[in-house]
């Protein structure tokens, strides 16, 4: 399985731009990049995700390298409701999600 | 209108006991997953059904039976529970290789 590495936490102060790294130097040409979070006591949800070129939406932006070995979710304005944790999964097809730890993401007024 | 519910949210109950979990989504999706979040917050992918067929059992002790009675639902069935079952179970669907839309899950938590 193609795995990734991200750190375990991360701090953000309110209202700034949060860069959330993931590394996955052993991804195949038909992985995509996914990124999920999981707030507080509920079940994750869909960021963003993308194969070779960034990708924007209206949650985040994902900044993909160049020989795809890292990427990065850019969060353009973090709030507090941003605090969660957030997950980089590789997807090949119709293959289910493997969840990582993810990185726990705090978010300071 | 919730597009991935599952019932029940929290469930106690005694080692030995037979319990189940329901899921349905309105969502028109053809995959349908349930997931495990132990306390160390782990998820783990337990099935995968694609069009009520199971598509991918992982290790999953054979206690634990999914049913699909329709495209809309999973149900996962456990049997003669044990302290370790104690988990928060997600269920999930999905479009083929779209993005997976979660339950807010259910609090499992056997005496």
């Known amino acids: 399985d193609a795995k990734t590495t991200q750190p375990n936490s991360m701090e953000s102060n309110e209202e700034e731009p949060v860069h959330l790294p993931c590394n996955h130097s052993t991804i195949s040409g038909t992985d995509y990049i996914h990124w999920y979070r999981q707030l507080p006591s509920q079940g994750p949800e869909y960021v963003i995700h993308?194969?070779?070129s960034n990708v924007n939406n209206r949650m985040a932006s994902l900044a993909i390298a160049e020989d795809r070995k890292s990427s990065t979710l850019i969060l353009h304005r973090a709030t507090l409701r941003d605090a969660a944790v957030y997950y980089c999964i590789l997807r090949w097809g119709n293959t289910p999600l493997v969840f990582g730890k993810g990185t726990r993401l705090s978010v300071i007024a | 209108d919730t597009a991935v519910s599952q019932t029940p949210k929290y469930l106690v109950t005694q080692m030995g006991n037979d319990k189940s979990i329901k899921c349905e989504q309105n969502l028109g999706h053809d995959t349908m997953y349930w997931y495990k979040q132990d306390s160390k917050k782990f998820l783990k992918i337990m099935f995968s059904?694609?069009?009520?067929?199971?598509?991918i059992n992982e290790t999953v002790p054979n206690r634990f039976s999914p049913k699909s009675p329709d495209k809309a639902h999973l149900n996962l069935h456990i049997n003669s529970l044990e302290l370790g079952d104690s988990a928060v179970y997600f269920c999930a669907s999905s479009l083929p290789a779209g993005e997976l839309f979660f339950g807010e899950g259910s609090r499992l938590t056997v005496l």
């Open positions: 993308g194969l070779t």
């Open positions: 059904y694609n069009n009520k067929e199971l598509i």
